[in-house]
C-alpha cells in the first residue's frame, strides 16, 4: 500500500492542470473565531485534497523539495494523494519530517517550497502545506504508527529542549536506532510549539499526537530539567553516559525596548503574555490558578510585526480586548509576519497602526498603564538588514489610550546552557556557535541547532537544523570522526 | 511527581517539607530556588531552598501560607506528590571570606538566609544574625541559625520573645555601636529589605537582598520578574535573585507583586469557600487556619 504511485496516476494534462483554481483552505468565520481559541484553519476534505494535488506539474526539477529545509519529498507524496494512498503519502512525508501535522499548520510554505513551486509563475502555486497538513491528520485520524523497524545501536543521545529542533533530532535519531532522551525546561513538552503559539494556530492536541508518535518510537521524555542547572552537559557527557547532547533551548530571553514605563503594571513582553495564555491557561483564572490582567473591554496594543506579534494580539482579541492594535515603526511591506497570518488577523478586526514607533509609556501614577506615547514615522535608506529605516517625523507624537501592551519586538540568547558548558563557544550576542551544515559546536559531541543558533527564526528552520544534526550526530555515533571547522577551534 | 517525605508545621502557617527531588539536591547551592506547581491546574511559584541532602536526594522547603497555592501546599502531607519541582535556579550566592558579616532574616525570611550564612560561616566569616518576627511562636530556625552564627539576635515585633522591635533597630544599633560590618544580606519582606537598604547606604556598607517577584518559567524566558536595577530591567530568576540592594528600585518591585493583588484575593476567596464547603459535607475540622497573610508571594 506504501508503493509510490506512478506518475500517469494523474488524468490531467497539464494545461488542464494549469486551469484547476487552488482550493481554497475552510476557515472558521472570522466573526465567530475572535472569540474563541478553536482552530481557525479548518482543513483540506479528501474530495478538497485530491482535487488540489491534481494541479501538481510533476516537474522533474523539484524546486519544491530543494526549498524545503527538511526536504520532504513532495512531488511523490503529492502523486499519492492523486493515487488515493494517503497513508502512502504520510509514510512519504515522515521519511523527512517526523512533525508533518505542526509544518502543516505553522510552516511559512510561501517562503520555501510553494515559493519553489513552477505553478506560482503562472498561478497560484500549489497548496502543499494544505495537503501535508490533511496527510497528516488523516494519519492520525486513521490510527496509523508508522514504526520504523531498526535494530538498538546502543548508543544514547540527550536532547536539550523539547522544540521543533529537539523533536526533529529525536525522532529521526530514534529511527536510526539510537536511544533518545530529551530534557525539558517547563512542566509541559514542546517549547516554543505550546507555550508560545497559540491554539487557533496549533492545537495543542496535534501537539501531544505527535509526541506520542515519538514515544512509541522509543523516545523518552523528561520534564522539569533546566540543562546548566540541574544538569550540565558535561555531567551528560560524563556520568549520565551520553554519547552526544544536542542542544536546541530556543531563543530565550525577551528582549524589551529600553523606553520609560516598561516596568509598569500592564506591559507585558509577549513570551510572557503567551505563556500565561497558552502554557498556564491564565484565560481560566479562577479554574486555573495562574492570573493575567482581565482583558475585557480593554484596549490593547501589541509592539512589533512578526508571528509572535500576531499571536499575541490575536488572543487579546479573543480574551474580550475592545481595541487590538499592532504598532509597528515600518511598513507592511517590511512586516516579517506571515502574509496569511496577517490577513487572518485584519479579518478578525485587527487595527493595524503602521509606521508608528513607541516613546513612553504612560501612568495612572500607582503604576498602572494607561497608555503609550508615540511618534510617526516614514522610511528612509535601507539600513543593515536591506529594509528601508524608520525615520521618526518631527512633531508627529501622539498619545494612545491602552490597558495592556505586549513587547514583541524579538528575544536574545539565553545564558544558562553557555555559562555553565566550558568551551561552548559563543558570538558576540551570545547565540552558541554552529557548524552550518554539520551543526557541530566547538565541543567534541555537542551539537546546537534553531533559535539558539540563529537567534528567532521559524519552527522549519529549527526543525531543518534539528535534520542536519541527526545526520551529523548519527555520522559521529558510527565512525567516531570528530573535525572542527576551523572557525570553531577551541582557542 | 515529587514525593513529600516530610512535612511538619514550624509555627502557625509555616510548614517545612522535605521532597525527593534527587537532580535539584546534588546541584544545590545556598541563595537558589525552585519553581514548583502543585497540581495540573496549577500556578507556578519560586520558593528558596533552605537546605538539600545529595546522599538522601531531598531538598526542603520552608512554606507561608499567603494564597492559594501556598495553603493548597501547606495542607499537604508527607507522602503528597507535587506535581512539579524545578531548579535549582538562580544564580548562587557569593560565598568568600568578607570579614564580618551581618545577616537579616525577616519572618519566613529566616529560613531563605540560612544555608547562605552557614555557607559563609564555613569559609571564615564572623557572621551575625538577626532574626526577627512578628511574636514568639513565628521566630524560625533560631537553633539553626545559632549554629552557624558567633552572635545570633531574635527580635520580636511584640516583644513576646528576644528583644522587643524590629531587625532594622538591631542593624542600626550596631552600626551605630562602631560594629565594622563588611557585608549585610538582607532577606525577608521587601518593606524590610528596602529600610535595611535605606539603613547601610549612608553607612556606606555593601548590602545584598534576596529578591522575590512574581515568576513564571524561572529561567530567563518569560521577563515577568524584572526588577529595575541601576534603572535597568533584569531578570530575577537569572541575574538573581541576589542584587546590591542600594541599586535596587524597591518602589517598582512592591508595585509589581500587587499586579494580581485582586485576582489572587479572589483565588483565596474562593479557595476558602470551597474547603468550608468540603468541611460541612464531611463534618471534619482542619488542623491549620486560614489567615490571609498580607503582602507580595514569599
Request: hydrophobic share 40%; with cysteine; proline share 5%.
Amino acid at each position: 500500500m506504501t508503493q509510490p504511485a506512478a506518475p500517469s496516476a494523474n488524468p490531467l494534462t497539464l494545461k488542464e492542470r494549469m486551469k484547476v483554481p487552488r482550493q481554497q483552505m475552510p476557515e472558521q468565520e472570522a466573526a465567530l473565531r475572535s472569540t474563541t481559541f478553536t482552530e481557525v484553519n479548518l482543513g483540506y476534505s479528501e474530495e478538497l485534497a485530491r482535487q488540489e494535488a491534481l494541479r501538481c506539474l510533476e516537474c522533474a526539477k523539484v524546486a519544491c523539495m530543494q526549498r524545503c529545509p527538511v526536504g520532504v519529498k513532495i512531488k511523490e507524496f503529492v502523486q499519492m494523494i492523486v493515487a488515493g494512498d494517503f497513508a502512502g503519502a504520510a509514510a512519504k512525508i515522515r521519511e523527512d519530517n517526523v512533525l508533518p501535522a505542526i509544518t502543516g499548520r505553522v510552516c511559512p510554505q510561501e517562503d520555501h517550497c510553494e515559493a519553489g513551486c513552477t505553478l506560482g509563475k503562472k498561478v497560484k502555486p500549489l497548496g502543499i502545506g494544505y495537503l501535508e497538513r490533511f496527510v497528516a491528520d488523516y494519519e492520525q485520524r486513521m490510527g496509523i504508527h508508522h514504526l520504523p523497524k531498526v535494530a538498538p545501536t546502543g548508543k544514547k543521545v540527550a536532547v536539550v529542549g523539547s522544540g521543533p529542533s529537539g523533536l526533529t533530532v529525536a525522532g529521526d535519531l530514534a529511527q536510526k536506532g539510537h536511544k533518545v532522551h530529551v530534557f525539558e525546561a517547563l512542566h509541559e513538552l514542546g517549547g516554543v510549539l505550546v507555550y508560545g503559539i497559540p491554539e487557533f494556530r496549533l492545537p495543542k492536541q496535534i501537539i501531544r499526537e505527535q509526541l506520542d508518535h515519538l514515544r512509541d518510537m522509543g523516545v523518552e521524555f523528561e520534564t522539569d530539567v533546566v540543562v546548566g542547572r540541574t544538569v550540565t552537559i558535561d555531567e551528560l557527557m560524563g556520568e549520565e553516559g551520553y554519547d552526544a547532547v544536542f542542544i536546541g533551548t530556543g531563543a530565550g530571553s525577551p528582549q524589551f525596548m529600553g523606553i520609560p514605563g516598561e516596568h509598569l503594571n500592564g506591559v507585558y513582553s509577549a513570551n510572557e503574555f503567551l505563556t500565561r495564555i497558552n502554557l498556564m491557561k491564565a484565560y481560566r483564572f479562577p479554574a486555573y490558578d495562574e492570573p493575567m490582567v482581565d482583558i475585557r473591554g480593554k484596549d490593547v496594543a501589541v509592539i512589533g510585526g512578526g508571528n509572535t506579534a500576531l499571536d499575541a494580539i490575536r488572543s487579546a482579541l479573543r480574551l474580550g480586548a475592545r481595541n487590538a492594535y499592532v504598532l509597528y515603526r515600518r511598513s507592511e511591506t517590511e512586516m516579517p509576519a506571515r502574509a496569511e497570518e496577517v490577513h487572518h488577523a485584519r479579518q478578525e478586526g485587527i487595527d493595524f497602526r503602521m509606521l508608528t514607533n513607541p516613546v513612553e509609556f504612560l501612568s495612572d501614577g500607582k503604576g498602572w498603564l494607561t497608555g503609550v506615547r508615540c511618534t510617526r514615522m516614514e522610511l528612509g535608506e535601507a539600513d543593515a538588514s536591506g529594509r528601508r529605516r524608520p525615520v521618526t517625523i518631527a512633531g508627529s507624537e501622539f498619545e494612545l489610550p491602552l490597558s495592556v501592551a505586549v513587547i514583541a519586538v524579538g528575544t536574545s540568547a539565553n545564558p544558562i546552557v553557555q555559562s555553565t558548558t566550558p568551551g561552548l563557544q559563543t558570538d558576540k550576542r551570545g547565540y552558541i556557535q554552529a557548524d552550518s551544515s554539520t551543526q557541530r559546536t566547538s565541543r567534541k559531541g555537542v551539537f546546537a541547532g534553531g533559535d539558539i543558533v540563529t537567534g528567532s527564526a521559524t519552527v522549519i528552520l529549527a526543525m531543518g537544523a534539528g535534520r542536519r544534526a541527526a545526520k551529523s550526530i548519527h555520522e559521529y555515533l558510527t565512525s567516531g570522526g570528530w573535525e572542527l571547522p576551523a572557525a570553531l577551534k577551541i582557542a | 511527581m515529587f514525593r513529600i517525605r516530610q512535612a511538619h508545621f514550624l509555627a502557625p502557617g509555616i510548614k517545612r517539607f522535605v521532597i525527593e527531588a534527587p537532580r535539584i539536591a546534588r546541584k544545590h547551592e545556598p541563595g537558589q530556588f525552585v519553581i514548583v506547581r502543585i497540581y495540573e491546574e496549577g500556578e507556578r511559584i519560586p520558593l528558596t531552598i533552605e537546605s538539600s541532602d545529595p546522599a538522601l536526594g531531598t531538598i526542603s522547603i520552608v512554606v507561608q501560607s499567603a494564597g492559594k497555592t501556598t495553603h493548597l501546599l501547606n495542607s499537604m502531607q508527607a507522602g503528597d506528590a507535587i506535581a512539579d519541582v524545578v531548579g535549582p535556579l538562580g544564580k548562587p550566592s557569593e560565598i568568600a571570606k568578607f570579614g564580618t558579616v551581618v545577616v537579616v532574616g525577616g519572618g519566613v525570611g529566616a529560613a531563605m538566609a540560612y544555608p547562605t550564612a552557614a555557607a559563609l560561616k564555613r569559609d571564615g566569616n564572623r557572621v551575625i544574625s538577626i532574626i526577627g518576627a512578628r511574636n514568639k511562636e513565628l521566630v524560625l530556625l533560631e537553633s539553626e541559625m545559632r549554629s552557624v552564627s558567633d552572635t545570633l539576635v531574635v527580635t520580636t515585633d511584640d516583644g513576646s520573645y528576644g528583644q522587643k522591635g524590629f531587625v532594622t533597630d538591631r542593624l542600626r544599633e550596631l552600626i551605630e555601636g562602631g560594629t565594622k560590618i563588611d557585608l549585610v544580606l538582607a532577606v525577608g519582606p521587601v518593606v524590610m529589605m528596602k529600610a535595611i537598604a535605606d539603613l547601610t547606604r549612608p553607612a556606606g556598607i555593601r548590602t545584598v537582598v534576596s529578591l522575590n517577584p512574581i515568576m513564571i518559567d524561572g529561567t530567563g524566558m518569560c521577563g515577568g520578574c524584572r526588577v529595575l536595577v541601576d534603572s535597568k530591567s533584569q531578570f530575577a530568576c537569572v541575574d538573581g535573585p541576589e542584587f546590591d540592594a542600594h541599586r535596587v528600585n524597591f518602589e517598582v518591585l512592591v508595585q509589581r507583586n500587587a499586579m494580581y493583588r485582586e485576582a489572587e484575593r479572589r483565588s483565596m476567596e474562593r479557595f476558602v469557600r470551597e474547603r468550608e464547603a468540603r468541611e460541612e459535607k464531611n463534618g471534619a475540622g482542619n488542623d491549620e487556619p486560614c489567615t490571609v497573610v498580607q503582602g507580595g508571594k514569599q
